[in-house]
């Protein structure tokens, strides 16, 4: 089994900045890829960035580009996002996942062990 914990979320202005922890335990996870999402109330999960294994390759949606930078360091089996010039509908709780595949997956029926997330609200 495995863990994942999210952590970092708070409330922000617009145009402020948050940075998110998702630190995984139980099974090294240095060999999958790694997802964040997010949901806002009365919307569906949609997918915020991906990482593949290596850190070398990252994926982002549309509305986040620019902004929102995916990382992960391995030795501390914790994956991040830094969130820049947020928005107020940037507002949503945020889930990190495992991409088992690591094909940089955008469907969030593609992962599997979920973290229970961590509420980013951003004011404007």
């Known amino acids: 089994q495995v863990q994942l914990v999210e952590s970092g979320g708070g409330l922000v202005q617009a145009g402020g900045s948050l940075r998110l922890s998702c630190a995984a335990s139980g099974r090294s996870f240095s060999v999958y890829g790694m997802g964040w999402f997010r949901q806002a109330p009365g919307k569906e999960r949609e997918f915020v960035a991906a990482?593949?294994?290596?850190?070398?390759?990252?994926y982002y949606a549309d509305s986040v580009k620019g902004r929102f930078a995916i990382s992960r360091d391995n030795a501390k089996n914790t994956v991040y996002l830094q969130m820049n010039s947020l928005k107020p509908e940037d507002t949503a709780v945020y889930y990190c996942?495992?991409?088992?595949?690591?094909?940089?997956?955008?469907?969030?029926?593609?992962?599997?062990?979920w973290g229970h997330g961590t509420q980013v609200t951003v004011s404007s």
């Open positions: 990482i593949n294994w290596s850190g070398l390759r990252t």
């Open positions: 996942a495992i991409d088992l595949a690591d094909r940089g997956t955008r469907e969030p029926n593609e992962y599997k062990y």
